[in-house]
């Protein structure tokens, strides 16, 4: 029989600090362990991976590291949870097993990211989980690295793999490995990326063991039930300083890549005492391409949004136990099977946006302007042409920055990673090297950041050279249409823009953020422009100074839109 998760109050500070520091310096070690030893440059250099401990019994987040993605912590919970299920009809969790499977409408996000469950036992008694999530290269599809505009399906868009034992009894399964194997463009990323996963979790094991053996199982126990506790507690206090109300937002994805309509994300926000009332019934129904989202991936997003907020809660599953979500079944933020998913980024960003946006309304002082809104997905993919490595395939799968909002204490940040993530962009050095291109720029786009008496920090300039013979370009973006808002009378970003060159002229996708089989010759380039974060504030309340500085940095530039697009076509 499982051991639940106990509160009590009878433990003293110091030990659950000592005790919660050491938890999350396990799963922190986890994250390292995969950082260091994957494969696949999302992982290794980007940090699109996350590790943590979930309750026995109900597969909740008892502890997350510092530096694994956040949006896979309110996810990860429905994923232990499908795990759970699956072994309860096929023998029951035994020790010695892990489970995988990369099911996005049970365990969220989408069919790139990998998710392995392991039960964790204490003298023949499951304890807890350890779970691993991250993000594989390449898992099949119509598209290499997976993100298909054009995707109307979930197969058209990965391999869709169901919860099974990739380990059992301590013995990886080499059948599941062979099929995991065979639905890959690039097998020796998978199998480097599968084994970083597998040895986070056998670090992390023993890590736990030594832990329990010095402090004792209840008493450990007892600290993460305390921790959810005063999680739970911190959410309310802060719910409680909102002033009560209503508080409504709604904004738009320009497309879902199938059909050229936007899509509403919308938002009524009810605050009631320490209550708090997330409904997105306004949204629109599940669409035809891949922008939508299952209700696990939009909770989780709301997880995000929150902790962005109120960024002194524990991060833990009490962030969401003080919170009522409104989720009606055949949104785009609430799809099911099949409707394809692979976008999910761009979605779960716009549902931030708004939960920022419609928080300001009620204290601004505590909200942030809009981020620049979309990861900007791009793939290159070809075949080498050179002698040592002729007809070897090639996936440069990489995601791009951009301005971050401005907030009641400054400007934000330019050239940051979207707020779904702590990730990092991939250094242009780290692509070069691995796939066959050249960065001609890569730079701040100036003019960017929304106005505001805190202006929205840059976005980037980002072009790219093909030095391949041939290669095929998808993109997957948003913020083509409806640009980053600010907040309390500040500005809105520019507009995110993209264009590739061919037979010598500068173009644009017919839906501005998405396009697939785009054809580049060698020497020819692509170029990302990407929005920068709205305003905070009025902006007549800027100071003279901080303009100058403006100025004087090349921050702000006189038609910037137009500036911008006549430095494209001459490029």
Known sequence: MAEQTTTSSSM???????????????????????????????????????????????????VQGKSGLPVFVGAMAFAVRAAMQAASGRGGMAEGDTWLFNDPYEGGTHANDFKLVRPFFRNGRLYCFLASAAHWHDVGGAVPGNYNPAATECWQEAVQIPPVRIVRGGALDEDVLAILKANTRLPDSLWGDLNGQL????????????????????????SMGELRARAVKLMRSHIAALPDGRYSFSDMLDNDGVRDEALTIALDMTVQGDALTLDFSRSSPQCAGPVNISRATAIAAC????????????????????????????????????????????????????????????????????????INALSIAGHRTDAARKGQRWVMFSFFGGGHGGHSDGDGMSHGNAPISTATIPPLEILEAAYPVRFTQWALRPGSGGDGQHRGGLGAIYEIELLEQDAEVFIFG????????????????????????????????????????????????????????????????RAVARRQIDAAMGYVVENSESATAVKGAAA
């Open 199 to 222: 040895s986070a979790l056998d670090l992390g094991e023993r890590r736990l063991h030594d832990l329990l053996d010095q402090y004792g199982d209840a008493v450990v126990l007892q």
């Open 478 to 541: 948003e913020r083509g249409k409806a640009a980053p808002q600010g907040i309390a009378g500040g500005g809105a970003g520019a507009l995110n823009v993209f264009r590739y060159q061919n037979a010598g002229e500068w173009k644009t996708p017919p839906m501005r953020s998405k396009m697939i089989g785009i054809k580049l010759q060698q020497g020819e380039r692509v170029r990302l422009e990407t929005p920068g974060g709205g305003g905070y504030g009025a902006p007549e309340a």
């Open 303 to 374: 997880y995000v949004a929150l902790k962005h907020l109120f960024p002194d809660v524990p991060a833990n599953a009490g962030v969401l136990d003080a919170v009522d979500f409104v989720l009606p079944d055949g949104l785009v933020i609430s799809a099911a099977r099949p409707r394809p998913v692979g976008g999910y980024t761009e979605t779960i960003l716009r549902m931030i946006d708004v939960i920022f946006s419609a928080t300001a309304l009620a204290a601004p002082e505590r909200a942030m302007a809009q981020a620049y809104g979309t």
């Open 12 to 62: 003293d500070p110091v030990t659950l600090a000592v005790l919660r520091g050491r938890l999350e310096q396990i799963a922190d070690e986890m994250d390292a362990t995969l950082y260091r030893s994957a494969f696949n440059p999302i992982i290794a250099e980007a940090h699109d991976a996350c590790h943590g401990l979930y309750d026995a019994v109900s597969g909740d987040t008892l």
